[in-house]
């Protein structure tokens, strides 16, 4: 026994040794790892506060500032896609991670400059969106290129780092080691909530209190450091070759099934669909028969080649492929229902306007950044998730007397419900915040701090927190068990898709309700103003939608009905109840 963990020990530490000629393994994790945590602190750092700088410094109204952060953070969360299609059908994932680190290089300097180039931005006035000239076309296409060089660039590396490290260890004696697999997990997303905490924090504060030109200096230089020591080690990375993308897949499935539409479905018929070597899919599912044509094999000469491979992908695809995108249509309803609450996680130009208007001391000598508040929302994730599997399912289970275990679609439940509540307190806040700073004679005066503490924005922030943990951790592992082993890279990208469009959504909201509550010369509910407007109003549309959208979700889960996990324990129970 002694002598086994002994054996163990040494092979790990062979596997950390800097001068074995193999390679891959723990030591290129820092290289890889560090890249994304300084991409990370570098975008995250420049986005809080970004609502001031364009109100500030390029004198935008709200409105104006608030659908350009929009745009840029759907851009943003849509760019891990093409970046994923990228690596997989012709790049490779080191190629697109460091491509993608120079590009979002080059748009942090773009950025950068707009603060020390006079001519980046218009000139200064004396009072916010008062008399102030509106930047030029050259001055505003040159902020949106910064921020789509920034989008494009975070979508290379966010797109491959995390695979990227898990393909340091598919060679060698690395693969016989599942725990070092393990711990890069482990490793990699404790960086990633490190990364965050120290953008919101750190960098915000060098920001508020040094300037923007330093505050936007800081991460273009964490940048630059990223680059270069992902590229430090580019000899000793495992480079796996490219293959093709599963989008590609989904995409040869649609396009062969309107091809043969007019064909005639056969029943019960094994050798007229096509299927890989090996597989134990014979026959499509009977859902979606439509789909079922795209694998029909009409001449097995002319559309199989001698190792039984589709000639024509775009015309005959396998069963595998074609009940992989039955798999991720059936799926979207429910997804849908995460998009739209992730329209009220993509509201943060308001609560940083209201921390502005409100008291942030702590001490005499310390004020909180405004933008720092969104670290109680990070916070609040990492409380859900300690507190939900340490605490609250080992005491459920313990007064229970059985395992307790929350399905996936309740906890998304859950987050919804989290959801709605969060927006009720933003909007019970923002009118009691609103109605001191009237009476406080602020009205015209929307940066006055009030008396109220900004400790009272908390509550709408850490609810903010624990729907986004309960309802994003959940979908995660809803479809990476319900969806086949193949579609996990499919199942990582989801979340990222549908925050980019839920973004979208969210400018569409809020440009109706400036429309329709500004008609007939009223101040507009989220006018540039916050004391004029009425962000309680709006959070309160919000709160709607929410609601409806819990409705929604109720009528989603019952269409789809039981989860796999479901299934299996109840195929359990009834072989125990066989036994007994």
């Known amino acids: 026994m002694e002598n086994c963990r002994e054996e163990k020990k040494t092979m790990l530490e062979d596997h950390l040794l800097e001068g074995t000629d193999q390679k891959g393994g723990f030591r290129t994790l820092p290289f890889i790892i560090g890249t994304e945590a300084l991409e990370k602190m570098a975008t995250y750092g420049v986005m809080p506060n970004m609502t001031l700088y364009l109100m500030k410094e390029y004198h935008m109204g709200l409105t104006t500032a608030s659908n350009l952060l929009f745009f ?10 093409i970046g994923a299609l990228a690596a997989d059908s012709f790049l490779g994932r080191f190629y697109t991670i ?3 680190s120079f590009i979002c290089l080059m748009g942090m300097i773009l950025l950068w400059s707009t603060t020390v180039i006079p001519q980046a931005r218009p000139p200064p006035c004396e009072q916010l969106n008062s008399g102030c000239s509106s930047p030029t076309i050259f001055q505003f296409m040159y902020l949106c290129t910064a921020f789509g060089l920034i989008s494009v660039g975070a979508g290379g590396i966010r797109s491959s780092s995390l695979a990227f490290g898990a393909d340091q260890f598919e060679k060698g004696d690395f693969k016989k080691s599942s725990g070092l697999k393990e711990s890069y997990f482990s490793w990699y997303y404790a960086s990633y909530t490190f990364s965050i905490l120290i953008a919101l924090t750190c960098v915000v504060y060098i920001q508020d209190n040094i300037g923007w030109g330093v505050g936007f200096a800081v991460p273009a230089v964490l940048m630059l450091f990223g680059v270069s ?8 990375y495992v480079k796996l070759k490219s293959k093709t993308s599963l989008v590609t897949g989904f995409v040869q499935v ?3 099934s309107y091809r043969n539409r007019r064909l005639d479905l056969p029943d019960g018929v094994h050798n007229v669909c096509h299927r890989k070597n090996g597989s134990a899919l014979v026959l499509p599912s009977e859902n979606l028969r439509f789909l079922n044509k795209a694998c029909i094999v009409r001449d097995p000469d002319k559309d199989l080649t001698a190792d039984g491979r589709a000639i024509n992908p775009w015309r005959l695809c396998s069963v595998e492929q074609v009940e992989e995108l039955k798999a991720l249509l059936r799926v979207l309803p429910i997804w849908s229902t995460g998009m739209i609450m992730s329209i009220n996680i993509s509201q943060n130009s308001f609560p940083l306007l209201q921390a ?3 008291d942030r001391r702590i001490t005499s000598s310390f004020t909180i950044p405004a933008a720092s508040f969104s670290t109680f929302t990070v916070i609040s994730v990492i409380l859900w998730v300690a507190v939900y599997d340490r605490v609250f399912l080992p005491l459920a289970s313990r007064v229970m007397r059985r395992p307790i275990h929350l399905s996936t679609k309740r906890r998304m439940g859950i987050g919804i419900c989290f959801s709605f509540l969060a927006m009720l307190a933003s909007a019970g806040i923002e ?11 602020y009205l015209d005066s929307p940066l006055a701090n009030t008396r109220m503490s900004a400790m009272w924005l908390v509550p ?6 624990f729907a986004e943990a309960s309802n994003a951790i959940a979908q995660n592992e809803f479809y990476f068990s319900e969806f086949p082993r193949s579609m996990s890279s499919i199942a990582s990208t989801l979340n990222g898709i549908g925050m980019s469009l839920a973004n979208l ?3 569409f909201i809020m440009n109706a309700v400036d429309s329709l509550s500004k008609a007939g010369g009223k101040e507009s509910w989220i006018s540039s103003n916050i004391n004029k407007g009425h962000y309680d109003y709006y959070y309160l549309v919000l709160a709607g939608l929410s609601m409806a959208n819990m409705m929604y979700f109720l009528v989603c889960s019952n269409i789809y009905g039981p989860l796999k996990e479901d299934r299996k324990i109840a195929q359990e129970e009834e072989e125990e109840e066989d036994e007994s």
């Open 98 to 100: 460091g491509i993608g």
């Open 356 to 358: 502005v208007s409100m």
């Open 505 to 507: 959504a969210a400018s």
């Open 460 to 465: 709408q922030h850490c609810l903010t927190g």
């Open 229 to 236: 020591i992902f590229f430090l080690a580019s000899g000793f």
């Open 254 to 256: 649609a396009v062969a």
């Open 72 to 81: 840029w953070s759907a851009a943003t969360n849509f760019m891990p896609l």
């Open 431 to 441: 009118s009691i915040r609103r109605s001191l700073a009237i009476n406080e004679g």
